[in-house]
Nanobody, 119 residues
Framework: QVQLVESGGGLVQPGGSLRLSCAVS????????MAWYRQAPGKERELVAG???????NYADSVKGRFTISRDDAKNTVYLQMNSLKPEDTAVYYC?????????????WGKGTLVTVSS
């Protein structure tokens, strides 16, 4: 079983920065994609940033130019650098890794870390 543990959330003022980390219990090289999602109160979970094993990235329009997803294979860790934070970025942020085998998707999730952007 794969375990993911997020960290780095907290309270930050508008315009500030945070870096989220996602420690994965096995080599992240084995996964096809890595991603960060978020869920704000009363809203559905949404994709924030994705990283494909070949290196391509994609971002939600609302975070483009402000957030950056990256990985450290040696540490089996996925990061989300968040700059110029806005109150609307407040949410629980979840890490996700996915393996694709014979056309089937296997998703693994962390329990989330809360980010609150407020003055």
């Amino acid at each position: 079983q794969v375990q993911l543990v997020e960290s780095g959330g907290g309270l930050v003022q508008p315009g500030g920065s945070l870096r989220l980390s996602c420690a994965v219990s096995r080599s992240i090289v084995s996964f096809n994609t890595m991603a960060w999602y978020r869920q704000a109160p009363g809203k559905e979970r949404e994709l924030v940033a994705g990283l494909i094993s070949g290196g391509n990235t994609n971002y939600a329009d609302s975070v483009k130019g402000r957030f950056t997803i990256s990985r450290d294979d040696a540490k089996n860790t996925v990061y989300l650098q968040m700059n110029s934070l806005k109150p609307e970025d407040t949410a629980v942020y979840y890490c996700n890794v996915r393996t694709v085998l014979a056309g089937d998707y296997y998703d693994y999730w962390g329990k989330g870390t809360l980010v609150t952007v407020s003055s």
